[in-house]
């Protein structure tokens, strides 16, 4: 069974442009988190998606946001780029939501200049 | 502050020793946590999984306790291999209101095995 699958792998964008990154979870698989990984800050909870909903948000301004399509699959966006953005985005996806393992995607390495 | 948080941030092993990597967190009403690996250039990739009600689990070579009295979590890894060579995670699934969980992440320890 194919893994969690992230594109693109690396982006390199400039402060006040956005960006979108995409997610396939693991086939049956229907809920979608996103984390993002930092040096100083390690990995930190974006938000969850469930049957296309949003179910479950972290500590983050809106101009992160996300959405999930009817085949489980993902995206995220971020608006406005700030310097600060620059880091590694893991989608994990899970059979379901509550105690349920959560499989990691290889990450998106993004970089703001 | 964060509720997981590893021992040792850094764990240097020679080859074919036992490893031990520890984490403690803070949540009692917690019911699952998880230990992760991170090689270079990839995402998490799953170990192994202990629910509230066990103290203990086994898997290939690796080997999860469950302290639930001092809120304590060990990874055990038998004869350890350069393969096994990354940062390794504990992660917490925290309930947050609703039917919601959140995984939180500790820090992370670096293991290093020397040949």
């Known amino acids: 069974k194919a893994g969690v699958t992230q594109t693109p792998r690396y982006l390199i964008k400039t402060r006040g442009q956005q960006v979108t990154l995409s997610c396939s979870p693991i086939?049956?698989?229907?809920?979608v988190s996103w984390y993002q990984q930092t040096p100083g800050q390690g990995l930190q909870f974006l938000f969850e998606?469930?049957?296309?909903?949003?179910?479950n948000k972290g500590n983050f301004p809106g101009r992160f946001s996300g959405r999930q399509f009817s085949n489980s699959r993902s995206e995220m966006n971020v608006s406005t780029l700030e310097l600060g953005d620059s880091a590694l985005y893991l989608c994990?996806?899970?059979?379901?939501?509550?105690?349920?393992?959560?499989?990691f995607g290889p990450g998106t390495r993004l970089t703001v200049l | 502050g964060e509720s997981v948080g590893l021992h040792l941030p850094t764990l240097s092993v020679q080859e074919g020793d036992n490893s031990i990597i520890n984490c403690a967190y803070s949540?009692?009403?917690?019911?699952?946590f998880i230990w992760y690996k991170q090689e270079s250039g990839k995402g998490p990739q799953f170990i192994i999984d202990?629910?509230?009600?066990?103290d203990k689990r086994q898997g290939q070579r690796v080997t999860v306790l469950l302290n639930k009295t001092v809120k304590h979590l060990s990874l055990q890894i038998a004869a350890t291999q350069p393969g096994d060579s990354a940062v390794y995670f504990c992660?917490?699934?925290?309930?947050?209101?609703?039917?919601?969980?959140?995984?939180?992440f500790g820090k992370g320890t670096l293991l290093t095995v020397n040949p």
């Open positions: 994990a996806s899970s059979r379901s939501r509550g105690a349920d393992t959560q499989y």
């Open positions: 992660a917490e699934n925290v309930y947050s209101g609703g039917s919601n969980y959140k995984l939180t």
């Open positions: 949540n009692s009403a917690s019911d699952y």
């Open positions: 202990i629910r509230s009600n066990m």
């Open positions: 998606y469930f049957s296309e909903t949003q179910r």
């Open positions: 086939s049956g698989h229907r809920s």
